[in-house]
């Protein structure tokens, strides 16, 4: 028996721990995906695609038990999601049908998930060859009660708060928890205490799991917490910060790849040894022009897209055309654009400046970029359509003092809601007074700025008052002419970055 162990004990020496994971019997390899909300690659080609995800799938079952999980937002937002085909907005159908066909077993909810109405989302649910684990959010019903999510068809079977995943050979289990970031709210949703709920779902598996799993959508301090909190989980398979992360706390760890399929994670879960402990080893996998993409796969994405790109190409836009190539990454991640000026608001503020020279400033709301990632490197109009995918023609509002500086205060009392303001670099809070080219703002004035016409509908949360029909807003002038840039926010800033080439 010695012997033996020793020879075991030399082998796993002189070979990779993955190739030694390949010479057991009973290995499950776990595909670990992210925040993809792009069916077909990007960065010219170069990275992501779900066609090279599904050969990358294909690889790894010829060699394991392969399970492809997916850590949540993949249904919105989407540049082909806001399209119409047939009349009716996609709003995901083109995601579910592609990882129906790259082979995704396993998804948790992201705080995307709820961006669309709740038929649709339901209606994704039930498209989905996959299965849905949800640990910690609820369907809440008009009367207040709430029940689990539904998948129901081809049955009505509620969406399970664990799940267990055996091993082929019948030497271990897996027991699988979610959880998803309290964010995004609609009255249709209810999130239950994160922490609380996951303890819970793993009482429910730990009797017969012999290692616990975390699919998550939190952030990573979330993250965090719940690995101090709960010392039954090993690995967190996470998702929301769109750049690949591997972070240790005691013994185990929390895996973030980079966003829609750059790269993703490969987990081989193990028993060492008949009666040993089980191990997980965790290694990031590029998934870029290495990879040869799955034929049928790239088709059926090149019938999405192709579909989808009419309506863009309609308005003058054209999604393979580069526009420019960023010097810095221009930050559109929802953490940051919803809570501060980027250089990304800066960018297409000055974008509407130039297409609006008679304007004074420029505003928009940033719940208008909805990209929720990092641009970096060649800038293609299909780049500036993911950021702004709903478009919509700009105005050249003349308002009062009054009303602009109310907009400005309101501004930073609305931070995370999608009507935070976005603004040229001409304006500035000095010491708590607001200068627009250096001068404090003057109630008794009026001013010219350019915005959306979206932001002047009195729809966002905290700026009901910015419509038509308020007394402090003096003239609206609007841009549909056909050839004018106005016409049209990402024709704006096309133009925009073309000239800065």
Same mark, same amino acid.
């Given at each position: ?16 721990? @993955? ?11 776990? %595909?670990? %995906? ?108 008009? !009367? ?231 641009? !970096? ?5 299909? !780049? ?32 995370? %809601?999608?009507?935070? %303001? ?17 001068? @404090? ?38 841009? !549909? ?21």
């Amino acid at each position: 028996m010695k012997l033996l162990t020793h020879i075991i004990t030399s082998i796993s020496l002189l070979i990779s721990p @993955v190739a030694f994971a390949q010479t057991l019997k009973d290995t499950i390899c776990i %595909l670990q %995906l992210n925040d993809v909300y792009e069916i077909g690659p990007l960065n010219q080609g170069r990275q992501g695609g779900m066609a090279r995800v599904a050969t990358l799938v294909k690889q790894h079952e010829s060699r394991y038990q392969t399970f492809v999980v997916l850590a949540g937002d993949f249904v919105s937002p989407s540049v082909i999601g806001t399209t119409k085909i047939n009349n009716q907005r996609v709003n995901g159908r083109h995601m579910v049908d592609m990882m129906n066909k790259a082979g995704v077993d396993l998804v948790t909810f992201g705080n995307h998930e709820f961006d669309i109405p709740e038929n649709d989302l339901q209606q994704r649910i039930n498209e989905s060859e996959f299965a849905w684990l949800s640990s910690d959010v609820m369907h809440q019903y008009a !009367d207040g009660s709430t029940s689990p999510f539904y998948k129901i068809k081809p049955d009505s079977v509620a969406i399970p708060r664990s799940f267990l995943l055996g091993s082929a050979h019948g030497e271990f289990n897996i027991g699988i928890v979610s959880a998803t970031l309290h964010s995004n709210p609609q009255p249709w949703v209810a999130y239950t205490n994160y922490l609380k709920t996951m303890k819970q779902a793993c009482k429910q598996v730990k009797r017969k799991a012999d290692v616990i799993i975390g699919l998550t959508h939190l952030s990573l301090a979330e993250d965090e917490t719940v690995l101090r909190k709960m010392k039954r989980i090993a690995l967190i398979m996470g998702g929301h910060e769109h750049q690949h992360n591997y972070v240790t706390i005691r013994k185990a760890a929390i895996a973030k790849a980079d966003a829609n399929a750059k790269t993703m994670y490969r987990h081989l879960v193990f028993r060492d040894g008949k009666r040993g402990r089980i191990k997980i080893i965790s290694e990031l996998i590029n998934v870029d022009s290495t990879v040869l993409p799955n034929p049928v796969v790239a088709a059926a994405v090149k019938v999405w897209e192709d579909n989808a790109y009419v309506s863009f190409r309609k308005i003058g836009l054209e999604p393979d055309a580069v526009v420019y190539k960023t010097s810095e990454p221009l930050d559109g991640t929802e953490a940051n654009i919803r809570y501060r000026q980027t250089n990304l608001g800066n960018l297409i503020a000055a974008s509407m400046m130039a297409a609006s020279p008679a304007a004074d400033a420029a505003v928009f709301n940033s719940g208008s970029i909805r990209i929720d990632d990092m641009i !970096d490197g060649v800038v293609t109009q299909l !780049d500036i359509i993911r950021t702004l995918p709903f478009g919509g023609k700009l105005c050249e509002v003349v308002l009062s003092g009054t009303l602009l500086k109310q907009m400005l205060e309101k501004s930073d009392q609305i931070k995370s %809601l999608g009507g935070y %303001l976005q603004v040229s670099t001409n304006i500035r809070n000095d010491g708590g007074n607001w200068l627009l080219k250096n001068a @404090v703002i003057d109630p008794s004035k009026t001013y010219t700025i350019v915005s959306p016409e979206f932001l002047l509908g009195g729809t966002e949360k905290g700026l009901e008052f910015l419509k038509e029909g308020n007394q402090e807003i003096k003239t609206i002038r609007r841009f !549909d002419q056909p050839g004018d840039v106005r016409a049209d926010l990402r024709l704006a800033v096309v133009k925009y970055l073309s000239g800065l080439r």
